[in-house]
Nanobody, 126 residues
Framework: QAQLVESGGGLVQAGDSLRLSCATS????????MGWFRQAAGKEREFVAAIRWSGVPTNYADSVKGRFTISRDNAKNSGYLQMNSLKAEDTAVFYCAAGYEAHGRDYSRAAAYSFWGQGTQVTVSS
């Protein structure tokens, strides 16, 4: 069974930056789209960003465009989410996910992903 483990979360102030990492194992990482989602307390899980195996991002949520950058290193079986200019409304548990790349699939939807990490808490104080 594939494993995804997020790290890099923490407590920061508004305007600060964080870099989340997602380490994968038991997964041919280079064949999968990697996505980041987040879930704030009392809210639905929402899409943040996704990136194809080639390293080309598929899309970003409007709320993070220009502030967050998704990347990956297939040689390290890892993905990353660089988060700049953090806001209090970014406070959430962040999850990475892996989904097999297929033509026409909507990677902003959680259903496109087969494997999920346990999440890492990001708290932004205002």
């Amino acid at each position: 069974q594939a494993q995804l483990v997020e790290s890099g979360g923490g407590l920061v102030q508004a305007g600060d930056s964080l870099r989340l990492s997602c380490a994968t194992s038991r997964l041919t990482f280079s064949t999968y789209v990697m996505g980041w989602f987040r879930q704030a307390a009392g809210k639905e899980r929402e899409f943040v960003a996704a990136i194809r195996w080639s390293g080309v991002p598929t899309n970003y949520a409007d709320s993070v465009k220009g502030r967050f950058t998704i990347s990956r290193d297939n040689a390290k079986n890892s993905g990353y989410l660089q988060m700049n200019s953090l806001k209090a409304e970014d406070t959430a548990v962040f999850y990475c996910a892996a989904g097999y790349e297929a033509h026409g699939r909507d990677y902003s939807r959680a259903a496109a992903y087969s494997f999920w990490g346990q999440g890492t808490q990001v708290t932004v104080s205002s």
